[in-house]
């Protein structure tokens, strides 16, 4: 692993120091620090009175739990330039690892850690970088795949419940009262593709929102606009799932190569689609269901061997299972605690475009049969695996008139 990334920062909210963080989670190792950075003179093309002066930069690296020895020696040689002064002082860290490896920590680097609260450095990272970077640098944009993967299913479910409403579908008897007329959910997918598209809103405007945590688990934090926040749900079955069953199930031995299966599978292989239950003809309940709708996750290995199936396929479904569920549990949570803002983080969708297409699919699927559905504001946080780290960070260099 090990990906470098940074961000920029206004000078001014925080000490111009060298410092770092780590938020060590089930599966992996946050890194976030400031180092001591290499000045150049306006002749060699620095920027004296520019941007460089105004701004201090976050790194943020990434490893395994298991791969800790690399970042203790990655941090250790990007301090260099920095003297002492780092080492000074408590250190925060954060996640679950942060006591677990607190004494290799100090043993390794000579430092003294505190562990600080996790949900606590998340709020106050993402609070932080919504008043002070670009929001087009805080939020991913979506992918061409996942956009015309999106439109697609916006056009079947049209479709769908157009036919079901239609004079000539025979079930009238039915209740089709959960389902919104065509024409409403046309609008209402419309609108959920043109607010999940702007890229600008005030500060005021983000809240109250839902930020959920794509990690290892998945938690849903409620922050109001007075940054309280509060735990209202989260389930088990996530990344750290989608990890072991799928090494059980292909033999990958790390998540970027589990990611690398998935990207290249096909679900339906292992999946039981609406093809393989009905006809498609007919104007009965059943015959109208779309062609490519998902009927059973993994029905198709009903009394079957592993080896009838593809590892990439496997991959596949297993990612459609995980999102499905993470999708249910956040929009049933929107609709409970009446939130239309939601905002995902975690290197499971950072780290992997397939699963960000995949909740948008599911998504736009939902919105079909739950009007609150269509109407929720979500957008995936750029940088957004690293906040623990970088809100253990602010804990210890931004200045306290505006740390709140």
Known sequence: MADLEFIEIPKALVQDRPAFSFDIGGTCAKLAYIKAEPTCSAEEGGHSNGKANQTVKIHLSLYTRDDLDRAFDHLQKSMSESGDEWRKGVVTTTGIGGHQFKTKLSEEIGVQTKNVNEMSCFVQAFRFLCQNIPHEQLFMAPSEQGTELMNRMRQQLHDFVETLNSEDFIEKEVDLGGFPDAEGISGALDTMQTTNDKTEVTFEDMFPCFLV????????????????????????KCGRTFLGLGSLLTGAKSFEELIDLANKGDSTAVDEMGSDLTTGQGNDMYSVIPQDMLMFSFGKACKQNIESFNKKDLARALLNIIAMDFVQVVALNAEVHNVQKVYMCGNFVNKAEVMRDEISKIFVQRSGFSVWCSKIEYKFVQHGGFLGAIGALLQTIQKSDESK
């Not at 606009?225 to 389930?235: P, R």
């Open 213 to 236: 945590m794509v990690g290892s688990g998945q938690g849903i934090l409620l922050i109001e606009k007075d940054g309280s926040f509060k735990i209202v749900d989260g389930t088990n």
